[in-house]
């Protein structure tokens, strides 16, 4: 898993708060059996991450919903840029609140494809 510390996310364009993205393993191939032994087969890359998302204290909540098909943006500190689209919603967590009343929630998500820039 990877964290992202210092970035922006643009969610079909639109900068979205957040308090971190974390990226799942991407699994590019899969060990088989076979009768004399054991051998790797390639295997379709699977993109999944999560993002904590922090709730604004005034105003209103970003609707998650409306990035199904879309594309969302990470922007890091150095300027790696990496694009995932399309994007599907698989869940929206629960919400949490810490010490210091911030509001998350954490979002899970699946890309088609993920490009670095």
């Known amino acids: 898993m ?4 210092r970035c922006t996310i643009e969610v079909n364009g639109r900068i979205v708060s957040f ?3 974390s990226e799942d393993e991407i699994e590019l191939g899969k060990v088989v059996k076979l009768m004399g032994g054991s051998d790797v087969v ?5 993109y999944k991450f999560t993002v ?15 990035l199904n098909g879309g594309t969302f943006t990470v922007n890091e500190e150095g300027g790696e840029r990496i694009t995932y689209s399309p994007c599907q919603i698989l869940k929206i967590g629960k919400s949490d609140t810490d ?7 954490d979002v899970d998500f699946w890309a088609k494809t993920r490009t670095v820039e």
Do not use: C, E, H, R
């Not at 990877?2 to 510390?5: E, F, G, Q, Y």
């Not at 904590?52 to 204290?57: E, G, L």
């Open 2 to 5: 990877s964290l992202v510390s």
């Open 19 to 21: 308090v971190k993205i």
């Open 42 to 46: 390639d295997q379709t890359p699977v």
């Open 52 to 66: 904590t998302y922090a709730k604004p204290k005034n105003g209103p909540v970003f609707d998650w919903t409306t």
């Open 99 to 105: 010490d210091d009343n911030a509001k998350t929630m």
